[in-house]
């Protein structure tokens, strides 16, 4: 039977058995997102042994090389000491230092890492509170223009980090985990094609920094960017949309409420079939959105979906 160990606990666990069960299983508090590889909330360190890895392309060579796994995705095939990802040792902190509540459960939080952190829009970055409670989000920031990290984060039902999340105050700290590229970013290639951007609640942080990085790259192409939530006073950047639109002829935006969705999509018609979707939101709106806009005409190697899962 192959023995796991973490610090100076050690045990047997059956062969084959899912890294990240079997660590829950001993009481050992591993954060947890996805399963799917995507998140990264669950990584851990593999200082000996091997583990079976279902997705190793899912962490870059710089970090498989020091020994960071994610447990969600390995087995256990063999003996093996583990390191789990510790905030305070191996995290980037980060202060908060501004904090908005632009509609009732959606929080506009802006964070300033102690030291610069390279990335580009529409990455994900693991959050960590102060209790050790982790989860991915999006980043709604545009590097090099905004002087912060932005992240929308929607609190309305309740969970670990939301509810970690609403008691937060300016100077408070967090620690940064894994950043990772999601599929949503900005081509330079794409210059000359139509950009549609559609996004269901607060999936509208990554295309906001999206659609900013496309307007100061210069974008020669139209963009439509359409925003679905739940009520009107949910389109919380309705102000700096219209303010995008009026200043640039080729931006158009579309405010949708889901009793006018079917309408919308029915009468929605594409620009051209060189165009290029961005989707991000809860499975149900992306899939909706991918489904019409591939009977609409757009090549399904044009639709590139992010999809927000919900967190307890």
Same mark, same amino acid.
């Given at each position: 039977?192959?023995?796991?160990?973490?610090?100076?606990?050690?045990?047997?666990?059956?062969?084959?058995?899912?890294? &990240? /069960?079997? *660590?829950?299983?001993?009481?050992?508090?591993?954060?947890?997102?996805?399963?799917?590889? +995507?998140?990264?909330?669950?990584?851990? =360190?593999?200082?000996?042994?091997?583990?079976?890895?279902? *997705?190793?392309?899912?962490?870059?060579?710089?970090?498989?090389?020091?020994?960071?796994?994610?447990?969600?995705?390995?087995?256990?095939?063999?003996?093996?000491?583990?390191?789990?990802?510790?905030?305070?040792?191996?995290?980037?902190?980060?202060?908060?230092?501004?904090?908005?509540?632009?509609?009732?459960?959606?929080?506009?939080? %802006?964070?300033?890492?102690?030291?610069?952190?390279?990335?580009?829009?529409?990455?994900?970055?693991?959050?960590?509170?102060?209790?050790?409670?982790?989860?991915?989000?999006?980043?709604? +920031?545009?590097?090099?223009?905004?002087?912060? !990290?932005?992240?929308?984060? #929607?609190? $309305?039902?309740?969970?670990?980090?939301? #509810?970690?999340? =609403?008691?937060?105050?300016?100077?408070?700290?967090? %620690?940064?985990?894994?950043? =990772?590229?999601?599929?949503?970013?900005?081509?330079?290639?794409?210059?000359?094609?139509?950009?549609?951007?559609?996004?269901?609640?607060?999936?509208?942080?990554?295309?906001?920094?999206?659609?900013?990085?496309?307007?100061? /790259?210069?974008?020669?192409?139209?963009?439509? *960017?359409?925003?679905?939530? =739940?009520?009107?006073?949910?389109?919380?950047?309705?102000?700096? !949309?219209?303010?995008?639109?009026?200043?640039?002829?080729?931006?158009?935006? +579309?405010?949708? &409420?889901?009793?006018?969705?079917?309408?919308?999509?029915?009468?929605? %018609?594409?620009?051209?079939?060189?165009?290029?979707? &961005? !989707?991000?939101?809860?499975?149900?709106?992306?899939?909706?959105?991918? %489904?019409?806009?591939? !009977?609409?005409?757009?090549?399904?190697?044009?639709?590139?979906?992010?999809?927000?899962?919900? $967190?307890?």
């Amino acid at each position: 039977m192959p023995e796991l160990q973490v610090g100076s606990q050690r045990w047997t666990v059956a062969p084959g058995v899912n890294l &990240l /069960d079997a *660590l829950r299983a001993q009481g050992i508090a591993i954060p947890f997102s996805c399963r799917a590889g +995507s998140c990264h909330a669950c990584m851990v =360190r593999c200082s000996r042994g091997e583990l079976l890895d279902a *997705l190793p392309e899912a962490l870059d060579g710089a970090r498989r090389a020091e020994g960071w796994r994610l447990s969600c995705q390995c087995r256990v095939v063999g003996d093996v000491c583990i390191e789990v990802f510790d905030p305070l040792r191996d995290g980037l902190p980060a202060q908060v230092v501004e904090l908005h509540w632009p509609a009732a459960g959606i929080l506009r939080l %802006r964070l300033k890492p102690q030291s610069p952190l390279r990335y580009r829009a529409g990455q994900h970055l693991v959050l960590w509170s102060d209790s050790g409670v982790a989860r991915p989000y999006s980043l709604a +920031s545009l590097p090099d223009d905004d002087p912060w !990290l932005e992240f929308h984060i #929607d609190c $309305h039902a309740p969970g670990a980090f939301c #509810d970690a999340a =609403r008691r937060l105050r300016e100077g408070d700290s967090l %620690r940064l985990g894994e950043l =990772r590229g999601g599929a949503l970013h900005y081509d330079p290639d794409w210059q000359e094609r139509p950009l549609l951007l559609m996004a269901s609640g607060t999936g509208l942080a990554p295309l906001w920094g999206i659609l900013r990085q496309a307007l100061r /790259d210069r974008h020669q192409g139209p963009i439509h *960017l359409v925003h679905l939530a =739940r009520s009107p006073a949910e389109h919380y950047l309705a102000g700096e !949309l219209a303010a995008l639109a009026l200043a640039h002829a080729d931006v158009q935006v +579309s405010l949708v &409420l889901p009793a006018d969705l079917d309408v919308f999509l029915a009468q929605f %018609r594409l620009v051209s079939r060189r165009t290029i979707a &961005l !989707l991000c939101g809860q499975p149900a709106s992306v899939e909706r959105f991918a %489904r019409h806009l591939y !009977l609409a005409g757009v090549p399904r190697g044009q639709t590139l979906a992010d999809v927000f899962l919900s $967190h307890a």
